[in-house]
């Protein structure tokens, strides 16, 4: 039973590594669309004056700090990842200032900015396929640990099952013999005092019993 406890454990606590880590990949994909998205609708708004495309940009402008924030708290324990989502950071800033800015006379034409912005979309990309991966490789780790920690566990109920079975039996032999031995030591008795009482009996003696 404590071995199955401790199997058990081990299962979730693998289980929840996958689950964690598909989180962390889907929310990637997730920031990468968003990031992607603000920079199409600020676009959109310079060629249209659409304020609908205006508003689209300020959402994802809000969206997007805030779902890197989840991931830095969901790998948290991860220095590697920690130092990553620090590089991710500067690009996304450096991506949004210079979105912020399309279409602002006094410097590069609408072109040159629009250039440089899909460059930096392209290097953001690249980051977040990069962890994507990494992710990915210790997903199946996990997954290989849940497979793992499963047949440990199956093993466990199946032995335990085995040696539960045999001490039954085992215990029920014992129980068996013991009652046997019991009823041999009666009849034994019962012999001995059938036997005694017949020898006072022919002694004259049968007055006492």
Request: glycine share 6%.
């Amino acid at each position: 039973g404590g071995l199955s406890l401790v199997g058990i454990g081990n299962l979730a606590e693998a289980a929840q590594g996958v689950v964690h880590t598909q989180v962390v990949i889907d929310r990637l994909q997730t920031l990468l669309t968003e990031d992607e998205e603000e920079s199409m609708a600020m676009r959109s708004f310079l060629l249209t004056n659409d304020s609908a495309e205006l508003q689209s940009f300020q959402k994802a402008r809000q969206v997007v700090p805030a779902q890197l924030q989840e991931l830095k708290e969901l790998t948290s324990d991860n220095p590697v990842r920690q130092s990553d989502f620090v590089k991710l950071e500067e690009m996304l800033n450096r991506h949004v200032a210079l979105v912020e800015r399309l279409g602002q006379s006094g410097g590069p034409s609408l072109g040159q900015q629009v250039e440089e912005s899909n460059k930096l979309i392209d290097q953001i990309r690249v980051q977040i396929i990069s962890i994507q991966a990494d992710e990915r490789l210790l997903l199946l780790k996990h997954a290989a640990n849940t497979e793992q920690s499963s047949t440990v566990l199956k093993w466990i109920i199946s032995t335990g099952s085995v040696v539960g079975i045999l001490v039954i039996l085992g215990s029920a032999f014992h129980i068996n013999r013991e009652m046997a031995a019991r009823q041999r030591t009666q009849r034994e008795l019962d012999r001995f005092f059938t036997l005694t009482s017949d020898m006072f009996c022919i002694a004259g003696f049968d007055g006492y019993f």
